[in-house]
């Protein structure tokens, strides 16, 4: 976990090979939890079950390395999954990788089946189908959306200068509209095509892990190694993850709002704070706020974010990927009823492996 310092503004956003990696390594973990009894399972992909939705997201590495490397592509009818899908997804996910981070390579211009492209937007054409079939993977094996939604912001705007309706027949179907607010995966799955109830979500892989395994609480009183909190069933006495940075007595204070999960051992612990923080004023996209120990901030809104007034109070949370501030949600008196980024807390625990570092 990240503890934020400065008041500092919005981030510049990251390279477009560093967007890649980030999508790579949520869409390999979700192609490692596959179940083997899930491999044959429908998918939101027409005509494809999980194995050849997974045999596509190989091969299309392969595609791109072979195009950046002026080679011929593998032929159409390879088995790229062969014995080992995780193996392979992460081998040529490395190696596109890499060649998408040679020198210049972003500058060039390629030709392939669709015409002339350069580097820079082929990474972004790989990008947008690596998303959307990592979400149709996580629809079709129950797992839950673990997809960098900043990344996925950035991808969405691209594909939305590439695909009219004239470059769709053939490849995808007319694009949906949700609604602004939904997270921006979900947007950018519904533009190029999909309905998010084409395939029922299949029954959860993940029991134990993530979202249904964090709940919230507003602090009460701090002590170094443990904090009495206020959860839906009253007041406990929790004590913080390994992780949790220290001095914890000057990073969490009366009011708080904190993420608690399950370790291990079966205890409970601390993985997450948000601040309890005063709105300022609304600034175009970025909300400044005021909190007691790092003064006034300036916070990218969430997509679920509703503009409340100045004066009033609002979760303010620090180091999550994308903006050195987010600003959640209004606080609330039930830490149920507080919405705040868990998805993304769980995310973050996910991508960096800290689940069985609780304890």
């Given at each position: 976990?990240?503890?934020?310092?400065?008041?500092g503004?919005?981030?510049?956003?990251?390279?477009?090979?560093?967007?890649?990696?980030?999508?790579?390594?949520?869409?390999?973990?979700?192609?490692?939890?596959?179940?083997?009894?899930?491999w044959?399972?429908?998918?939101?992909?027409?005509?494809?079950?999980?194995?050849?939705?997974?045999?596509?997201?190989?091969?299309?590495?392969?595609?791109?390395?072979?195009?950046?490397?002026?080679?011929?592509?593998?032929?159409?009818?390879?088995?790229?999954?062969?014995h080992?899908?995780?193996?392979?997804?992460?081998?040529?996910?490395?190696a596109?990788?890499?060649?998408?981070?040679?020198?210049?390579?972003?500058?060039?211009?390629?030709?392939?089946?669709?015409?002339?492209?350069?580097?820079?937007?082929?990474?972004?054409?790989?990008?947008?189908?690596?998303?959307?079939?990592?979400?149709?993977?996580?629809?079709?094996?129950?797992?839950?959306?673990?997809?960098?939604?900043?990344?996925?912001?950035?991808?969405?705007?691209?594909?939305?200068?590439?695909?009219?309706?004239?470059?769709?027949?053939?490849?995808?179907?007319?694009?949906?509209?949700?609604?602004?607010?939904?997270?921006?995966?979900?947007?950018?799955?519904?533009?190029?095509?999909?309905?998010l109830?084409?395939?029922?979500?299949?029954?959860?892989?993940?029991?134990?892990?993530g979202?249904?395994?964090?709940?919230?609480?507003?602090?009460?009183?701090?002590?170094?190694?443990?904090?009495?909190?206020?959860?839906e069933?009253?007041?406990?006495?929790?004590?913080?993850?390994?992780?949790?940075?220290?001095p914890?007595?000057?990073?969490?204070?009366?009011?708080?709002?904190?993420?608690?999960?399950?370790?291990?051992?079966?205890?409970?612990?601390?993985?997450?704070?948000?601040?309890?923080?005063?709105?300022?004023?609304?600034?175009?996209?970025?909300?400044?706020?005021?909190?007691?120990?790092?003064?006034?901030?300036?916070?990218?809104?969430?997509p679920?974010?509703?503009?409340?007034?100045?004066?009033?109070?609002?979760?303010?949370?620090?180091?999550?990927?994308?903006?050195?501030?987010?600003?959640?949600?209004?606080?609330?008196?039930?830490?149920d009823?507080?919405?705040?980024?868990?998805?993304?807390?769980?995310?973050?625990?996910?991508?960096?492996?800290?689940?069985?570092?609780?304890?």
């Amino acid at each position: 976990m990240t503890d934020q310092n400065s008041t500092g503004s919005f981030l510049q956003s990251p390279s477009p090979v560093d967007d890649l990696a980030r999508s790579f390594d949520a869409v390999g973990a979700l192609v490692a939890r596959v179940r083997p009894d899930q491999w044959s399972a429908p998918t939101p992909c027409s005509d494809w079950s999980v194995r050849a939705l997974v045999d596509h997201l190989i091969g299309m590495n392969r595609v791109f390395s072979a195009l950046l490397a002026g080679q011929p592509p593998p032929r159409p009818t390879a088995d790229h999954v062969e014995h080992d899908p995780v193996g392979a997804y992460r081998d040529t996910a490395a190696a596109l990788l890499s060649a998408f981070s040679a020198p210049d390579i972003l500058d060039r211009e390629y030709r392939g089946p669709l015409g002339v492209a350069t580097g820079a937007d082929r990474l972004q054409i790989r990008l947008y189908d690596l998303l959307a079939h990592g979400w149709d993977l996580a629809r079709a094996t129950g797992q839950p959306v673990l997809l960098p939604d900043d990344v996925a912001e950035r991808s969405l705007a691209f594909a939305r200068t590439q695909l009219g309706a004239e470059a769709r027949p053939g490849r995808f179907g007319p694009a949906r509209d949700i609604g602004v607010r939904a997270p921006a995966i979900e947007r950018l799955v519904a533009f190029l095509g999909r309905s998010l109830e084409s395939v029922p979500a299949a029954p959860s892989s993940m029991a134990g892990i993530g979202p249904a395994r964090l709940r919230r609480g507003i602090v009460r009183r701090v002590r170094e190694d443990v904090c009495e909190i206020r959860t839906e069933d009253g007041p406990r006495v929790v004590r913080y993850a390994p992780q949790f940075p220290s001095p914890r007595i000057e990073r969490v204070f009366p009011g708080h709002l904190v993420a608690i999960a399950t370790a291990p051992d079966g205890t409970d612990v601390i993985v997450w704070r948000w601040y309890d923080a005063v709105v300022v004023e609304e600034l175009g996209t970025l909300v400044r706020l005021w909190e007691p120990a790092h003064g006034e901030v300036l916070a990218q809104p969430r997509p679920s974010y509703a503009w409340s007034l100045p004066g009033t109070r609002a979760y303010l949370s620090a180091g999550l990927p994308g903006a050195e501030w987010w600003v959640a949600g209004p606080a609330a008196d039930s830490p149920d009823d507080a919405d705040v980024e868990l998805d993304e807390v769980e995310r973050v625990y996910t991508e960096h492996n800290l689940w069985d570092d609780l304890s």
